[in-house]
């Protein structure tokens, strides 16, 4: 048996980004490298746990299975969300760390979309992906089962009226999930970067249980800032 914080637990971890096939030669993608992810099922390994790695597209090579790791490839959005539904049913911690789109294509081209010899252009009607997180937390709550701690991660740029932390604050209580790792998002800032800037913000009743309510805020690595969020869950 394995040693430290999360040894004997179940630990189910979403990473990358997720495609949403336009037809079969385009897709609606993000940056997500999914460099954080992994190094969140990296901390997790090393706390002990049992570790099921949900991967979306990534820049980095999936880990391969090993001792106490299991991998699962997914493209979409929907494949995402079954194969969190599936694995979050004996999870103790859930960590949502993917970046899944918003909004998929409402309809799928079968045949590659041509130019019009009209010179018009085309429109792409988008249509909302489940909010997997979100699902999951109400899930939970009318099952009565599935994961302890539950994860989300937000990337918010943050303008001029809304500062990043009060808007993951109310993205944390929107969501309902125990703990919310903000990630301050820029073009050339966290996306495929090896360095990361988070705070990791705890709902009320952690908070109560935690005895302490300032979010964590880690500078770092994002081996680092997994090791930050992977404690904190653990506690
Ligand atoms: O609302 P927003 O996309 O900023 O929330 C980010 C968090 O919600 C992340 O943890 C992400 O994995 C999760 N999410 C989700 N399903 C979606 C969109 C985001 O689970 N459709």
């Known amino acids: 048996p394995s040693e430290g914080p ?24 993000n940056r997500s490298s999914g460099k954080q992810g992994l190094a969140l099922a990296e901390a997790a390994l090393a706390a002990g746990a049992q570790v099921h790695l949900i ?24 494949e995402l969300h079954a194969a969190v539904e599936s694995a979050a049913a004996a999870a103790d911690l859930l960590l949502m760390a993917a970046a899944v789109a918003d909004f998929r294509p409402a309809d799928y081209a ?23 997180l979100a699902t999951t937390v109400r899930r939970r709550a009318e099952r009565g089962t599935g994961p302890t701690v539950i994860v989300g991660f937000a990337a918010e740029t943050g303008d001029a009226e809304n500062d990043p932390l009060d808007l993951a604050q109310a993205k944390l209580l ?34 109560g249980l935690l005895g ?7 500078v770092g690595t994002k081996q680092e800032a997994a090791q930050a969020v992977v404690d904190r869950a653990a506690q």
């Not at 991967?55 to 929907?78: F, S, Y």
């Not at 085309?122 to 489940?130: D, F, M, Y």
């Not at 302490?212 to 880690?218: F, G, K, S, T, W």
């Open 212 to 218: 302490d309510a300032d979010p964590v805020h880690v």
């Open 110 to 132: 079968e045949a590659k979309i041509k130019k019009t010899d009209d010179g018009t252009d085309p429109v792409i009607h988008l249509q909302r992906n489940p909010d997997i």
């Open 55 to 78: 991967a979306g597209v990534m820049d980095v090579p999936a880990p391969a299975a090993q001792d106490r790791l299991t991998v699962e490839t997914v493209e979409t959005a929907e």
């Open 174 to 207: 929107r969501k309902g999930c125990e703990l919310l790792v903000l990630n301050r998002v820029g073009r050339n800032l966290v996306f495929g970067q090896d360095d990361t800037e988070i705070h990791i913000l705890a709902s009320f009743g952690v908070q």
């Open 6 to 29: 999360l040894s004997g637990r179940r630990v189910v971890v979403t990473a990358g980004g997720t495609r949403e096939p336009l037809d079969p030669v385009r897709y609606l993608g």
